[in-house]
């Protein structure tokens, strides 16, 4: 995958100046392996051990990104998603941000990305004292046992565009603690030299992203499945349906009259005559009907 050296310079900037990032864009932009690869120079750099990936889901609490346990009942504590990858020195890289409801699921995380130390309600045993989250430079919190958090530490977050009035809306006081990076489609001349081989065909798909704004990662899923299936004896033209069933056709959002006869006269152009009438029938709940 090859990204933008604009894109490439505002993230490094963003991380080098102490933000913490969101990458947003349309799905297939590369977003989760740009925010591997970063993590993985970063490491390299010795900023920090590695990464934590994790996806986030709408049943996110503060016990998935916080903890839970180590109260009054003796329990042990255990480490959330952001408190693991702080103690263990990994950079976390969260996909689907916004599929979380942050406010609920980062609770006084928020107050720890904007430079401040929180007391948890958590304590390592019953004996313990309450364990605190500590940014670089920032008093320990008096009778408290810290986690102290690396002035290098960061956390990317991944966010698709197509999904953005879906799902939870971000707050603005999470918005305010990140900067926010566009990974945008490439160039049609990418696209075109990226879908060789035996699954090329595949190509013939490219004008779909007039109807949804689609990166390159799902073309080259189709590619290589389309290869697969040719290898397996399967006809052109059915390998291709298949392709847009599988991969194109669930990210296709609802279409008014227009554009919904001309994704019909694409098809027409593209599939033999038992495929156009296959794809008739798949598109036709993606019309939207008047009134």
Same mark, same amino acid.
């Given at each position: 995958?090859?990204?933008p050296?604009?894109?490439?310079?505002?993230?490094?900037?963003?991380?080098?100046?102490?933000?913490?990032?969101?990458?947003?864009?349309?799905?297939?932009?590369?977003?989760?392996?740009?925010?591997?690869?970063?993590?993985d120079?970063?490491? +390299? /750099?010795?900023?920090? #051990?590695?990464? *934590?990936?994790?996806?986030?889901?709408?049943?996110?609490? %503060? =016990?998935?990104?916080? $903890?839970?346990?180590?109260?009054?009942?003796?329990?042990?504590f255990?480490?959330?998603?952001?408190? +693991? /990858?702080?103690?263990? #020195?990994?950079? *976390?890289?969260?996909?689907?941000?916004?599929?979380?409801? %942050? =406010?609920?699921?980062? $609770?006084e995380?928020?107050?720890?990305?904007?430079?401040q130390?929180?007391?948890?309600?958590?304590?390592?045993?019953?004996?313990?004292?309450?364990?605190?989250?500590?940014?670089?430079?920032?008093?320990?919190?008096?009778?408290?046992?810290?986690?102290?958090?690396?002035?290098?530490?960061?956390?990317?977050?991944?966010?698709?565009?197509?999904?953005?009035?879906?799902?939870?809306?971000?707050?603005?006081?999470?918005m305010?603690?990140?900067?926010?990076?566009?990974?945008?489609?490439?160039?049609?001349d990418?696209?075109?030299?990226?879908?060789?081989?035996?699954?090329s065909?595949?190509?013939?798909?490219?004008?779909?992203?007039?109807?949804?704004?689609?990166?390159?990662?799902?073309?080259?899923?189709?590619?290589?499945?389309?290869?697969?299936?040719?290898r397996?004896?399967?006809?052109?033209?059915?390998?291709?349906?298949?392709?847009?069933?599988?991969?194109?056709?669930?990210?296709?959002?609802?279409?008014?009259?227009?554009?919904?006869?001309?994704?019909?006269?694409?098809?027409?152009?593209?599939?033999?005559?038992?495929?156009?009438?296959?794809?008739?029938?798949?598109?036709?709940?993606?019309?939207?009907?008047?009134?």
């Amino acid at each position: 995958m090859e990204f933008p050296e604009s894109v490439l310079g505002a993230l490094v900037a963003a991380l080098v100046a102490g933000k913490h990032v969101v990458l947003t864009g349309p799905p297939g932009t590369g977003k989760t392996t740009l925010a591997m690869l970063v993590s993985d120079l970063a490491s +390299e /750099a010795m900023m920090c #051990g590695g990464h *934590l990936t994790t996806t986030a889901t709408s049943n996110w609490t %503060v =016990d998935h990104t916080v $903890g839970t346990g180590g109260g009054d009942e003796g329990d042990v504590f255990q480490a959330g998603v952001v408190v +693991e /990858a702080i103690e263990t #020195g990994r950079w *976390l890289i969260i996909d689907e941000l916004n599929r979380a409801d %942050v =406010d609920k699921a980062f $609770g006084e995380l928020l107050t720890i990305l904007s430079g401040q130390a929180v007391v948890l309600p958590f304590r390592r045993t019953s004996f313990a004292e309450h364990l605190s989250l500590v940014p670089h430079g920032v008093a320990v919190p008096p009778r408290t046992e810290p986690i102290r958090i690396p002035r290098s530490w960061r956390i990317v977050c991944t966010m698709n565009d197509q999904d953005r009035n879906l799902l939870f809306a971000l707050s603005h006081a999470l918005m305010r603690r990140f900067a926010f990076v566009h990974v945008d489609s490439p160039e049609e001349d990418l696209f075109t030299a990226l879908l060789s081989g035996p699954g090329s065909a595949v190509r013939d798909l490219l004008p779909l992203r007039e109807f949804q704004e689609l990166g390159p990662a799902v073309f080259i899923d189709a590619r290589d499945y389309v290869a697969v299936r040719l290898r397996d004896g399967a006809r052109p033209s059915l390998a291709l349906l298949e392709a847009f069933t599988a991969y194109f056709l669930p990210q296709l959002d609802r279409l008014d009259a227009t554009r919904h006869r001309r994704l019909l006269d694409l098809a027409d152009r593209i599939f033999d005559p038992m495929e156009q009438a296959a794809v008739r029938r798949l598109v036709e709940p993606l019309r939207l009907i008047p009134g």
